[in-house]
């Protein structure tokens, strides 16, 4: 293949990697922005995605798009419900400390991990993609479903940014991050917020992690790229800063992408670290923060 | 219709409030005064349910809030106007203002009728809250509190660091909120105007209430503030 065709395929595939990243990061920029909490374990909550939408598309079985719509719909809910008993029993109790919950969401990586080892086992297992046809470029042919991908992650992205520009709910939910104590003496349910917004957070990286699932297969360590990737973008692009997240995604999913083609993933993980560490020395606030975190 | 009864307030475990009470009727308005650390901020605190007392009860209109979540408070018609407005500065005015709404789902009468009181807000409604002056961020800060209708307000120091002309705006907002049947809690350290409009004042020292006096005697009798150090001077 000419380099053009190789280039415009390797920005597809950065695309579609950029597209989840975006996904994944947005529901730890969204944790981190309103509860101040860093989670370590929001890869883990990714993994559990994917491996509840292997085990939904298995049980479901009959036709892989039902199968496959099923783990849509379950997967984030379970996920989701997964994180809300943990922010009850374990964030709360801890006053959302930030130092405490750092160590107790390294606790739950593992928990998550084991206990997804334990069921599901250390095989890799693919689901089927719900959609089968293949676009023709004049060079290559592209799975459709890689582009359906990117289109549901912007429609999802479009909703999140929906819900907090525009409703009630988003504006206690900004109002929370800005200054807890003073939405409590509005009688916003600060406490109701941040198990929604843990909630949220988690099932943001679990529908990442369904619509990656038929390209990449479940396995129970596969939270870890995902996490550090997130890590990465949130830094990049200001923490807490959901306009700066959805753009670090774009940039640094691209060119994960596009390097990985060309080179090899290791190479991009390392050229990422770097830009972040040239990003913590020249604008700590992140690229697009406005204020310090 | 609030009563605060002989409450203890820690931080950790430094004790700040210790048997503080006040008393506070419809329509009245009562000033805190004391010196920097007294533990006015904290008794406001209290009675938001931001800060929950060891001991002793806080109850609006006979309801007990004392073990009630933080909600309660606004719930049941307190609006707070904290020390330093403490706005939502990355919100806009306009949505300040709906979370005043939204408090105690109060109809947007309530908000035309803040706005009434603030006029030049009307105009600054779609700007970040953080962009206004120190005088509108003042303005906004009491006006968000109005959006819930409040049978009393909790305003803590609400001139500081006011200019005059704004000061003095504020002055007459207090005073039309008790023509109109709004019981005022104010903390205000600049002595001369709390005695033109308040009708009572209760002194506050190291965390405990101490005298109950009407304004009307201390307007008569200025040497009574000197009783009282640190206020006055
Ligand atoms: N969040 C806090 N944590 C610990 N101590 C506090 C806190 N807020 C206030 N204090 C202390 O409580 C005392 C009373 O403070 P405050 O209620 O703000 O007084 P005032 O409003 O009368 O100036 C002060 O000694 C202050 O240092
Ligand atoms: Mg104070």
Redesign the interface.
């Known amino acids: 293949m000419d380099f053009g065709p190789y280039l415009l395929l390797a920005t597809m595939e950065g695309a579609v990697g950029a597209a989840v990243l975006a996904l994944t990061a947005l529901g730890l920029s969204l944790v981190f922005g309103v509860m101040r909490v860093v989670n370590v374990a929001h890869g883990e909550f990714f993994m559990l995605g994917a491996v509840i939408a292997w085990w939904v598309a298995h049980l479901v079985g009959a036709h892989p798009a039902l199968g496959f719509l099923a783990a849509l719909v379950v997967a984030p809910i379970m996920v989701g419900l997964v994180a809300a008993v943990a922010e009850r029993l374990v964030l709360r109790r801890l006053g959302y400390d930030p130092e405490a919950t750092i160590v107790a969401t390294i606790g739950l990586l593992y928990v998550i991990q084991q206990a997804a080892l334990s069921t599901f086992g250390p095989d890799a297992r693919p689901v089927e993609p719900p959609v089968d046809f293949r676009i023709l470029l004049p060079w290559f042919g592209y799975s459709g479903y890689k582009l359906l991908v990117i289109a549901a992650a912007a429609a999802l992205m479009l909703c999140v940014w929906w819900v907090l520009a525009r409703t009630?709910v988003g504006?206690?939910m900004?109002?929370t991050r800005?200054?807890r104590?003073?939405?409590?003496?509005?009688?916003?349910?600060?406490d109701r917020v941040y198990g929604g917004v843990f909630a949220l957070g988690a099932m943001l990286a679990a529908v990442g992690a369904v619509l990656i699932v038929p390209i990449q297969q479940a396995h129970y360590l596969m939270g870890h790229d995902p996490l550090l990737l997130s890590f990465i973008v949130v830094i990049i692009g200001g923490l807490g800063s959901l306009r700066g997240t959805v753009l670090a995604a774009l940039v640094i999913g691209m060119s994960d992408g596009v390097i990985s083609v060309f080179f090899s993933p290791t190479l991009a993980k390392i050229l990422a670290t770097l830009l972040v560490a040239i990003v913590l020395v020249i604008r700590p606030t992140g690229l697009f923060g406005a204020r310090a975190a | 219709m609030l009563k605060v009864d002989r409450i203890d307030c820690c931080y950790g475990n430094t004790q700040v409030l210790r048997g503080f009470s006040l008393e506070l009727a419809c329509g009245e308005i009562l000033c805190l005064l004391g010196r920097n650390g007294a533990g006015k901020t904290t008794a406001l605190k209290a009675i938001?349910?931001?800060v929950k007392p060891r001991a002793g009860a806080i109850t609006v209109d006979g309801v007990d809030l004392t073990h009630l979540p933080?909600?309660a408070?606004?719930?049941h018609g307190i609006g707070?106007v904290?020390q330093g407005r403490?706005l939502?500065?990355?919100?806009t005015v306009a949505?300040n203002l709906?979370?005043?709404l939204?408090?105690?789902h109060t109809p947007r009468a309530a908000r035309e009728r803040a706005l009434d009181l603030f006029p030049a807000l009307r105009e600054r409604l779609d700007q970040a809250s953080g962009t206004l002056s120190g005088g509108e961020q003042q303005m906004l800060a009491i006006a968000?509190a109005l959006c819930?209708e409040p049978k009393v307000i909790l305003l803590d120091e609400p001139t500081e660091g006011l200019m005059p002309s704004m000061v003095a705006r504020i002055r007459e907002v207090v005073s039309t909120l008790r023509r109109q049947g709004t019981a005022v809690l104010l903390v205000e350290q600049r002595v001369e105007a709390v005695l033109e409009i308040a009708d009572h004042v209760l002194f506050v020292e190291n965390g405990r209430s101490r005298d109950r006096l009407a304004a009307a005697e201390l307007r008569a009798r200025p040497e009574l503030l000197g009783r009282f150090v640190g206020v006055g001077d």
């Open positions: 009630r504006l206690m900004r109002a800005f200054d104590e003073t939405a409590r003496a509005f009688a916003i349910p600060v | 938001m349910g931001l933080a909600e408070a606004p719930r707070y904290p403490r939502f500065a990355d919100l949505e709906e979370i005043g939204m408090a105690r968000r819930l």
